[in-house]
């Protein structure tokens, strides 16, 4: 979950002509980066948008682009900490506009890589606590000239330029990139990230593990963050859930965002991502372990999201209706449960709420206060489907993993979306697939990898050609990127996961110990 500046393709609302109901110049501040990410939570610390400006997003005609007309001018600003507090509701229609603002031209679509590791003590073999990671981000930000983000007194995160670090509920240590333009940029950004915390972490006597899930301590182990948000989760999810606070203290995953051009270009990439989700999860499943002995899963990170909360989880069925589109899926965020709503320094518990309440102004712990476009951006962010729409898609099935496998997963999903050709073939291939066959491979995945029975054959012959199909995509980009879908070629060559090998380490040559991994995928 990114803090500020998350790996997202849209960045910001786009500075660009918007009509606005009374026709005047509209001239607003927002935070550089609006965009809060994924997972675990969001951070209040953004700028919202006053009323006049909520109004200024229209749709034109078929709700897929801006109206141009007059300048909307956004300026950065530094976060405030207070929302500013609507007067009258948001309508529906501001919340489609949110989402159809994101609408770009292919020449402006860029990749977007977030990824999430486990910090350790390499003595003990121990997560990280608290004070220690404030000591590593503090160093970082004097040695390498980052912008410390604080909340309170606690430093929780870092951002440069359109980077930023921020830490999830136990931990986990997240770079949210920027976006950019080709998947030589994103390695390059993922390798000179982990230069720089690895060459203040080793001083500390601290490693990073890639891996999906805590492979050796318990929840009991996990420290937790000094953050508001953190706390009302953790007492939400029993009740959605038995794997709630797994998925918080215990998980890590890398994700990629890209953009879409129009409505209908965003079906079709959300369709494919869906139904591809599944492969991605086998290609990376790299979370077998729990509490020192194999969990008897491939992925155990994607398996904890089956009951995590499934108000908020899923494969989303609904995309695949003929009427999806951009307000197909408000209604649906407008029916996930809230979690919070911040207000005067403060997070408000609201979970188990309603946000379509708190758009009719009744929300019981603050009657009477409507929520702002920055209130919708948060409630985007906790939901937590496989594929997450916001003002970009995000493909969400992936477990963390080694620094070539965190080029790989970008790769493999430029190659397929952001090719018309792979994209298309990809659409055709699964365009027959019941939503019961994608539910079907979505709960079986996680346990049996590309070996999966799938109509008359494996998943892993379905893998071969989509593998094809995003090397074949990426060459006609013309950048030179196939090299970086070599680490998953493999897995779908040899059809073992990197989970398979890494059972087959723990049952040889580690001798039934886990302990082996923290060195195996070592940073």
Request: hydrophobic share 40%.
């Amino acid at each position: 979950m990114a803090l500020i500046s998350p790996a997202s393709p849209s960045h910001c609302i786009r500075a660009e002509a918007i009509q606005c109901k009374a026709g005047n110049n509209l001239f607003y501040s927002v935070s550089q980066n609006m965009e809060t990410s994924k997972l675990k939570g969001t951070s209040p610390h953004l700028t919202s948008l006053s009323w006049n400006s909520l109004k200024a997003l229209r749709v034109d005609g078929g709700g897929v682009g801006c109206k141009r007309g007059h300048q909307v001018i956004v300026a950065a600003s530094p976060p405030t900490e207070d929302a500013v507090v609507a007067t009258e509701p948001l309508t529906k229609e501001d919340l489609v506009s949110y989402l159809a603002s994101g609408c770009k031209s292919k020449e402006k679509w860029r990749i977007g890589t977030e990824h999430e590791k486990f910090g350790f003590e390499f003595g003990t073999l121990r997560p990280m606590k608290y004070e220690q990671i404030a000591e590593l981000l503090n160093s970082i930000s004097e040695r390498f000239d980052w912008e410390k983000i604080m909340e309170g007194d606690n430093i929780i995160g870092l951002k440069q330029g359109k980077q930023s670090i921020s830490l999830e509920p136990g931990g986990q240590f997240e770079l949210s990139g920027a976006p950019l333009e080709t998947l030589h940029q994103t390695c390059a950004e993922v390798n000179s990230h982990l230069y720089q915390v690895k060459a203040v972490a080793e001083e500390m006597g601290i490693g990073f593990l890639g891996i999906g899930f805590q492979p050796k301590w318990g929840l009991k182990d996990i420290p937790i963050m000094p953050k508001g948000r953190y706390e009302i989760m953790r007492n939400y999810m029993p009740k959605v859930g038995s794997l709630g606070l797994d998925m918080m203290f215990r998980t890590c995953t890398v994700q990629v965002n890209l953009d879409f051009s129009s409505e209908a270009d965003m079906i079709r990439k959300f369709r494919a991502g869906l139904a591809l989700q599944p492969i991605a999860t086998a290609l990376f499943a790299n979370s077998p372990f729990t509490e020192g002995k194999p969990n008897g899963y491939l992925s155990m990170r994607s398996q904890i999201w089956t009951d995590t909360d499934n108000n908020r989880a899923g494969m989303l069925p609904f995309v695949f209706d003929d009427s999806f589109g951009f307000e197909q899926y408000v209604d649906y965020a407008l029916d996930v449960p809230m979690y919070f709503v911040y207000r005067k320094k403060k997070y408000i518990d609201c979970s188990g709420m309603s946000f379509r309440d708190f758009m009719a102004g009744k929300l019981p712990p603050i009657p009477g206060d409507y929520p702002t476009l920055h209130d919708w951006e948060n409630h985007l962010t906790t939901i937590f489907p496989e594929v997450r729409l916001k003002r970009y898609l995000e493909m969400r099935g992936a477990d963390g993993g080694p620094w070539r496998r965190l080029c790989a997963l970008p790769a493999f999903w430029v190659g397929i979306l952001y090719d018309e050709v792979a994209l298309q073939s990809v659409l055709d291939i699964t365009a027959d697939w019941t939503a019961e066959e994608r539910q079907m491979l979505r709960n079986k995945v996680p346990k049996s990898g590309l070996q999966t029975p799938f109509r008359d054959g494996l998943l892993r012959h379905i893998a071969e050609d989509v593998i094809k199909l995003a090397k074949d995509g990426l060459e006609r980009r013309g950048f030179k990127e196939m090299g970086f879908l070599n680490e998953v070629a493999e897995v779908v060559r040899t059809g073992v996961t990197p989970a398979e090998k890494l059972l087959e380490l723990y049952h040889g040559e580690w001798g039934q110990s886990v302990d082996p991994v923290f060195q195996e995928l070592l940073y």
